[in-house]
């Protein structure tokens, strides 16, 4: 068993940065893929950024490409979203999430485990 905990989350101007925190419990993090969605109020959950387990390949859809940096600490057990250039459509509840032996991609129905998010607010 794995648990979850996001932080860091908060309210920022557009254009400004945010660094969201993901702890996980357990001595198998480095197990792990891990990603990061987001979901905003009537949309789908979307994937942000993911990092496989062996921390040599991440993935970066279009939207946030250039714009947010996903990395991992096995020692720290926790992987951390650093969000640039802020735009109000990043405003969502961000979730980290784990599938062992995962790919840097999956869908959100591949992982295994889900922390309870964090809010992100964007202000224009």
């Known amino acids: 068993q794995v648990q979850l905990v996001e932080s860091g989350g908060g309210l920022v101007q557009a254009g400004g940065s945010l660094r969201l925190s993901c702890a996980a419990s357990g001595r198998t993090f480095s197990s792990y893929a891990m990603g990061w969605f987001r979901q905003a109020p009537g949309k789908e959950r979307e994937s942000v950024a993911g990092i496989n387990w062996r921390g040599d390949s991440t993935y970066y859809p279009r939207s946030v490409k250039d714009r947010f940096t996903i990395s991992r600490d096995n020692a720290a057990n926790t992987v951390y979203l650093q969000m640039n250039s802020l735009k109000p459509e990043d405003t969502a509840v961000y979730y980290c999430?784990?599938?062992?032996?995962?790919?840097?991609?999956?869908?959100?129905?591949?992982?295994?485990?889900w922390g309870v998010g964090t809010q992100v607010t964007v202000s224009s």
């Open positions: 999430a784990a599938k062992k032996y995962g790919d840097s991609y999956q869908p959100p129905t591949f992982y295994d485990y």
